[in-house]
């Protein structure tokens, strides 16, 4: 049986993956948390908690389930406490990509992180059309990536991954650079940053007096329609009236070079500051 140690167990990814892990019968969790908020809601899940030094000394994998700017302070305590061949897996490639994982070449860093569930999708349980993050009702993808360690290793993180983020359609194996440009390029630099302004033109809409109500069904319909139509789910092209419109704002609202985010130099001063943001602030 393999032994897991989950690093931060009782916070927010950590409880999702205790729930997901805590039953299964080809591991055996050890769960280490040392707030007292964690360790409360370990308790309601009948969990208990392991002293962080026992734990590392017994696991074959260690799963951390904290924040991306503590990982590289946390990992330089621990992983020389860990034993030779043991698997560190990581759930964001912030901190493997940016070089401040302990250098150590007889251990494993794995790393997967969750698609999230699809926006067009099959679900009809009401549950999981609203397990929004995934990891609960909804089935989703996973990406992984075996950032160092022998070959073998990679089935056994994936193994891994596709319990902690079950219920898992599909898992992708990438590297770790490719994560990175998904995450944060494409997703955070790119789609968060293009939603929240999607966000502040609907809430100018409504200070311009446009009703609240009508604002929100006539914005949410139509972002909906048009990712349908842009990523060929409607199987029909949008109009000639809207490509017109897009084509002429497209140039007031994006600059021209915009794709740099996508170079790998951009990528990783973005990554560099996500893993150091505890320093940064």
Avoid at 25 to 43: F, H, I, Q, R
Wanted: with cysteine; glycine share 8%.
């Amino acid at each position: 049986m393999t032994t897991v140690a989950l690093m931060g167990a009782g916070g927010k990814m950590g409880l999702r993956i205790t729930r997901n892990i805590k039953d299964h019968p080809a591991y055996n969790t050890l769960y280490v948390e040392v707030s007292e908020a964690g360790k409360a809601e370990l308790a309601e899940l009948g969990v208990p908690v392991t002293p962080q030094d026992k734990a590392l000394a017994r696991a074959d994998v260690v799963i951390l389930a904290l924040p991306d700017a503590l990982i590289g302070k946390i990992c330089t305590e621990i992983v020389p406490e860990l034993k030779r061949g043991a698997m560190v897996m990581g759930l964001d490639p912030a901190a493997a990509y940016a070089g401040v994982l302990p250098k150590r070449q007889d251990i494993t860093y794995f790393i997967s992180h969750p698609c999230h569930p699809p926006l067009f999708h099959e679900e009809t349980d009401p549950e999981a059309r609203h397990d929004w993050f995934g990891g609960v009702k909804a089935k989703q993808g996973i990406v992984c990536s075996l950032h160092q360690g022998p070959e073998k290793d990679y089935n056994k993180g994936e193994a891994i991954a596709r319990i902690i983020f079950a219920p898992v359609a599909r898992a992708h194996r990438v590297t770790t650079e490719q994560m990175a440009i998904l995450e944060p390029a494409l997703v955070e630099t790119l789609v968060l940053t293009s939603t929240m302004i999607m966000q502040e033109g609907m809430e100018e809409v409504i200070r311009m007096g446009v009703p609240e109500p009508a604002v929100r069904d006539f914005f949410f319909g139509h972002v909906r329609i048009a990712l349908a139509l842009t990523f060929d789910f409607a199987g029909a092209p949008a109009s000639d009236g809207a490509k017109l419109a897009a084509s002429r704002a497209r140039e007031q609202i994006f600059k021209p070079d915009w794709k740099k985010i996508f170079k790998i130099e951009n990528v990783q001063k973005s990554v560099r500051e996500i893993a150091h943001a505890a320093s940064v602030n």
